[in-house]
């Protein structure tokens, strides 16, 4: 008998009950104890729900991290859509590159340019109340065409540049859907 597994099952099963059930539809309440941190400090910036987003958007930062986002001058920008709830199907960091700390999550239920281009109008609307501007001069991203769009669209003096790793991922992809894998591997 795995002792191993016995212990982290209960463990996985006490905290569960800490925490409310997974949503089963884009209408849940998100609780206070997980809009808030410590203190009582915000950390969701935005939840709305759009016909224009095609369902939920959820922007969630704290003001520490969005201090760190409105200096940078340089961001990086990277998502997945392989693990998440049904509900939720994309999830969006936002990384100052000063340190390379996340300092921004969004949280879609699509991977839609209209949904994207509410995003930079949230950091917007963030750097109004911080009494500064939002003017990064690069953007670093994976190679989601919706959210480069939507980046041109209202970062119109921000430079844009693909990421090098996800440029040699589409490469490597490539190589491997077209039966090249091993004369790649021998050479």
């Known amino acids: 008998m795995n002792f191993l597994f016995i212990s ?8 569960r009950k800490m925490y409310p059930p997974l949503p089963t539809c884009q209408n849940f309440v998100i609780p206070d104890f997980i809009s808030k ?6 950390f969701l910036l935005f939840d709305q729900t759009r016909d224009e987003f095609g369902g939920r958007l959820l922007v969630f930062s704290l003001r520490s991290q969005m201090d760190l986002l409105l200096k940078a001058t340089v961001l990086m920008a990277d998502g997945t859509f392989d693990y998440l ?4 199907v994309y999830s969006h960091c936002s990384s100052a590159l ?8 969004a949280l879609t239920s699509n991977r839609k340019e209209a949904t994207y281009i509410a995003i930079p109008d949230v950091i917007r609307t963030e750097a109004q109340h911080h009494g500064v501007s939002f003017a990064s001069h690069m ?33 490597y992809r490539w190589i491997q859907s077209n039966g090249l894998s091993k004369t790649y591997q021998e050479h």
């Open 98 to 105: 000063l340190l390379a700390y996340p300092v921004l999550f």
């Open 139 to 171: 953007f670093i991203s994976d190679y989601e065409q919706a959210w480069t769009n939507a980046v041109q669209r209202k970062l119109i003096t921000t430079s844009i540049s693909e990421c090098w790793f996800h440029h040699v991922q589409a490469i």
């Open 8 to 15: 982290e099952s209960g463990l996985l099963k006490s905290r």
């Open 85 to 88: 709830n049904k509900f939720i």
């Open 37 to 42: 941190i410590i203190d009582s400090i915000p």
